[in-house]
């Protein structure tokens, strides 16, 4: 074919693939607005988006590009993170408070700009800054791109978006005081805490969802919860999980779904009970062992699957599924053990190669710096969180990726993340841990630090994320920025590298972006670092965050300028 035809033929193909992407624009207004608390009389002030929490659901399309203008009129600083978007070429927008930009001052705004190619799924937004995200917070649903076809499975007569939260009746300045959140006063299903808690001085308490018998529906289900997990069911029905995280699943059936902080799960239900009224459930998953009394809130919380056009005599008050334990350790880790990718020819597969091998404990410990200094972090108790001891503390003058760019780490950053834990130990082991004459020396994480993994372009990553038990096992959900990652295997106790291997799933790993890693145990993770900057990996826990359980990745330049980390956008806001 002559050189012209093929830049005549390349040209048609942009402009068709142009034709097929849109801007999807929204405004977000983030103001204080007066809700009624949950069974207290009296109302709270609350930080949301356009006055409603969850705030507004973002709709794209696979290749479109997501501008929103943010507007803060509420008495705090904040930022918007895009839970789960790559943020090829566009870093600046990733949102996380003095990692990627500082915050939008009070009275200020800032206009984020981003692209949504090569993903589509099940995503949301979130504040991430201070504990606002426990109401600044909703869905963002990507689909595929125009033109290119349904999902991998069969196509749904409808979708349901179900948002997962907890509530707080505290007032706003005193909830964003501490490190330490305590126990929510509700779960919820939509922003509604459902019928079953006893009182009823909440008006329109309870979400509702409308379905037609034979119909299919997509759930997409979002743990939007600051700390809880959760165990979710419908009375009389059954899934189909098809996709976690925005990234397609083989089709798994199952009666339960378990969803942590910062995970997203799609699962197709059909509508085949008899005419009525069902129970949707949600109760907490509790892995913290010891368990703590009063820490979490052992009510459960509902929302009404309706059937439409029951007739009166099939009319009747909705069933209620049986839940499992709080402490239901086993089903959660078959749940979460049994999904596997869709295997998809256009889709990444395991990168074999390792370059960069790291062993990450992740736990909570005992602070060891004076309370009196201010530079000292943890709870009244003395509980701090590190990952290899370190627990990381955000700057404070400058933005982590301001830095790289300007080449000015000095005082803001080190580059000295460490790939091994200071000390080997029983890692799983409370009784040794906690009694043992060493424990004060294994759980001592110092003074605050902000240090990063520093990664060649393109090099393969391959973490071992092993839970510690110095104050108590529990399950961490570790989400990572800018990235997915496949989950290669996942077990409990002491990771053992020789048999580990033999469990690798280096055929069809679950794709994700947040892993909850078992309570005492460990997960083994894999990714490609193909996107230059600043990518925070974190506790998804915001009480285990704000007490450091975090570290960043500064990945490098790659070999082309659009490999590159690219300048930042003019109204960035200033520290």
Not at 174 to 199: E, H, M, Q
Not at 217 to 237: E, G
Not at 241 to 254: F, I, K, L, Q
Request: aromatic share 10%.
């Amino acid at each position: 074919m002559p050189r012209s035809w093929l830049i005549l033929v390349f040209a048609l193909s942009a402009a068709a693939a142009v034709a097929r992407s849109a801007t999807v624009e929204h405004t977000f207004n983030v103001r204080t607005l007066s809700l009624p608390r949950v069974c207290q009389p009296g109302n709270i002030s609350i930080t949301a988006v356009n006055g409603r929490v969850p705030g507004p659901k973002i709709e794209a399309n696979e290749g479109d590009t997501v501008v929103v203008h943010v507007i803060n009129d509420c008495p705090y600083n904040v930022t918007v993170h895009w839970h789960g978007v790559f943020q090829r070429g566009t870093p600046w927008a990733d949102g996380p408070s003095m990692v990627t930009q500082c915050p939008i001052r009070p009275g200020h705004a800032y206009t984020y700009r981003f692209n949504v190619t090569g993903q589509d799924g099940t995503l949301w937004w979130h504040a991430h800054s201070l504990f606002l995200r426990a109401t600044v917070h909703g869905a963002l649903i990507i689909r595929p791109r125009r033109g290119a076809g349904a999902y991998p499975y069969p196509k749904p007569d409808e979708e349901k978006t179900v948002l997962l939260g907890e509530w707080w009746d505290a007032r706003n300045g005193d909830f964003f005081i501490g490190s330490s959140l305590g126990s929510a006063d509700a779960y919820t299903i939509n922003g509604k805490p459902g019928d079953f808690y006893d009182c009823h001085t909440t008006p329109n308490r309870i979400a509702k969802f409308e379905v037609r018998r034979g119909s299919t529906y997509l759930l997409r289900i979002i743990n939007a919860a600051l700390n809880t997990a959760f165990f979710f069911k419908v009375a009389s029905h059954t899934f189909t999980v098809v996709a976690a995280d925005a990234s397609y699943t083989t089709p798994y059936e199952t009666d339960v779904i378990v969803i942590a902080p910062g995970q997203t799960v799609d699962a197709l239900m059909v509508a085949n009970a008899s005419q009525g009224c069902y129970y949707m459930v949600i109760s907490s998953y509790q892995s913290a062992f010891p368990l703590r009394p009063g820490s979490f809130n052992a009510n459960v919380t509902t929302a009404v699957v309706e059937y439409v056009g029951a007739a009166p005599s099939e009319q009747h008050a909705p069933a209620l599924p049986a839940m499992p334990e709080l402490t239901d350790t086993t089903t959660a880790n078959r749940f979460y053990t049994s999904l596997t990718s869709l295997v998809r020819p256009d889709k990444p597969t395991v990168p074999l190669d390792v370059d960069t091998r790291m062993f990450v404990t992740v736990g909570l410990g005992f602070s060891s710096c004076d309370p009196a200094q201010k530079s000292c972090r943890g709870t009244a108790g003395g509980v701090a969180a590190s990952m290899n001891n370190e627990s990381f503390a955000l700057p404070t003058a400058i933005s982590m990726l301001d830095a790289r760019y300007r080449n000015t780490p000095a005082g803001v950053y080190t580059r000295d993340f460490p790939d091994q834990p200071p000390v080997v130990f029983d890692y799983a082991n409370v009784t040794k841990n906690v009694v043992g004459s060493s424990a004060a020396t294994l759980s001592s994480t110092g003074s605050p630090s902000t240090k990063v993994r520093a990664l060649r372009y393109n090099a393969t990553v391959e973490m071992v994320l092993q839970n510690t038990a110095l104050v108590g096992r529990e399950s961490h959900p570790m989400h990572l920025h800018g990235f997915n990652f496949f989950v290669l295997a996942q077990g409990f106790g002491n990771y053992d590298g020789a048999t580990a291997a033999e469990q690798f799933n280096l055929v069809n790993p679950q794709e994700r972006n947040t892993v909850a890693v078992p309570t005492g145990g460990w997960a083994v993770i894999r990714f490609v670092a193909n996107n230059p900057g600043m990518w925070f990996m974190h506790c998804h826990i915001d009480a285990h965050l704000a007490i450091g359980l975090a570290m960043v990745f500064e990945v490098e330049d790659g070999p082309t300028p659009d490999t590159a980390l690219p300048p930042p956008p003019p109204d960035l806001p200033k520290c």
